[in-house]
């Protein structure tokens, strides 16, 4: 059976996924029997198209390209879209508001009352709503999965429902911001905040407003994921104590090489008793810790297990066909529980 997938937002990593697909279609219909087409993607800025017998990837690619989806365009809101483009599968790729999660949440909420899987790479939803929007899809017999929100492709809540099944997660500590990761490993490298900050934006690590980044933000969305995903807890966001790098200095951080330490924002979630507590700040890591390893802006977790002990994964934490990657092992996921 073909999966019909929608994709709103169509942006880096929507491509990117479109990309793989295509790169991939005989290999993922050889192995796993998995045959798809996309049947809509909207865009606010390249428009909505919209075919129940599927849309040509490289049209839409070049098209995209371009500046404009014209082929089988239509008009009308994303509701309208979603009611006509038939699709199985929902990808929700636009930005990430972690005020309130809007547009996203709504265009979540939406499909899953229509009875449609949602995979999305979107922190907003997946950290400020995860409960309501996964009872929204027990109820409808639909999944809600979420893998590419904490480390893009690199794989940490398929790995907990995966092969850590059955362990029970005591806590789990990580890096899990790559353009923080990135500055502080410029510092212990020589350079002062504010020139390894412009030099991340010159690669395209930060942005030109950095701020969600070097305040901790985008990490405590992630360990708030973590908490209530891996944890089961219901952890409001604001209730996640966090700090940035901002005020980490050049001797501060001679001070944590003098200790055989270095210096890492670490976001952490624990089981306190019955209670789960999470908090993101930076911390120092002594050099024999897998964590004080991790350089540039690559991610990495250590999760504590009262089966396995400690286990770490390092890997990617964001970029186009990593994150594209992350939603292609849900739409899987999908696939082979059909």
């Known amino acids: 059976m073909t999966q019909k997938i929608a994709l709103i937002g169509f942006g880096t990593v929507g491509q990117g996924l479109v990309e793989i697909?295509?790169?991939?279609?005989?290999?993922?219909?050889?192995?796993?029997?998995y045959r798809w087409k996309i049947t809509g993607v909207c865009d606010n800025r390249?428009?909505?198209?919209?075919?129940?017998?599927?849309?040509?990837?490289?049209?839409?690619?070049?098209?995209?390209?371009?500046?404009?989806?014209?082929?089988?365009?239509?008009?009308g809101d994303v509701k309208q879209f979603l009611d006509e483009c038939?699709?199985?599968v929902v990808v929700e790729m636009t930005y990430t508001n972690l005020s309130d999660g809007e547009p996203a949440l709504s265009h979540c909420r939406y499909a899953l009352e229509k009875g449609r899987h949602v995979v999305t790479s979107n922190k907003g939803p997946a950290a400020l709503h995860f409960r309501s929007l996964s009872a929204l899809a027990k109820k409808n017999r639909v999944r809600f999965l979420i893998e590419g929100t904490v480390m893009s492709g690199t794989p940490v809540l398929n790995l907990m429902d995966g092969p850590l099944q059955g362990c029970r997660v005591?806590?789990?500590?990580?890096?899990?911001n790559g353009t923080t990761n990135y500055i502080l490993t410029c510092m212990e490298e020589g350079m002062a905040y504010a020139d390894a900050l412009a030099k991340a934006q010159e690669?395209?690590?930060?942005?030109?407003?950095?701020?969600?980044?070097?305040?901790?933000y985008d990490a405590r969305a992630k360990v708030t994921i973590l908490a209530n995903v891996v944890m089961g807890a219901d952890l409001p966001i604001e209730?996640?104590?966090?700090?940035?790098?901002?005020?980490?200095?050049?001797?501060?951080?001679?001070?944590?090489?003098q200790k055989g330490k270095r210096w890492k924002l670490i976001g952490a979630v624990e089981r306190n008793g019955g209670d789960v507590s999470?908090?993101?700040?930076?911390?120092?890591?002594p050099l024999d810790h897998p964590l004080a390893g991790v350089s540039g802006a690559t991610n990495a977790l250590t999760v504590v297990t009262d089966l396995l002990g400690d286990v770490s994964i390092?890997?990617?934490g964001a970029g186009r066909m990593e994150t594209g990657f992350s939603i292609l092992t849900d739409l899987l996921t999908i696939h082979r529980s059909s």
């Open 203 to 216: 690669l395209g690590y930060a942005e030109a407003d950095p701020t969600g980044d070097v305040e901790g």
């Open 170 to 176: 005591e806590s789990v500590r990580g890096i899990l």
């Open 46 to 75: 390249f428009g909505t198209v919209c075919h129940m017998d599927g849309l040509d990837p490289e049209v839409l690619l070049r098209e995209a390209a371009n500046g404009s989806l014209q082929t089988h365009r239509m008009a």
């Open 314 to 316: 390092v890997g990617p």
């Open 239 to 257: 209730k996640v104590s966090c700090m940035g790098i901002t005020a980490i200095t050049p001797d501060d951080i001679a001070a944590a090489r």
């Open 278 to 285: 999470a908090s993101v700040k930076p911390e120092m890591v």
């Open 86 to 88: 038939n699709a199985d």
């Open 21 to 33: 697909l295509q790169e991939k279609i005989d290999e993922l219909d050889e192995r796993y029997g």
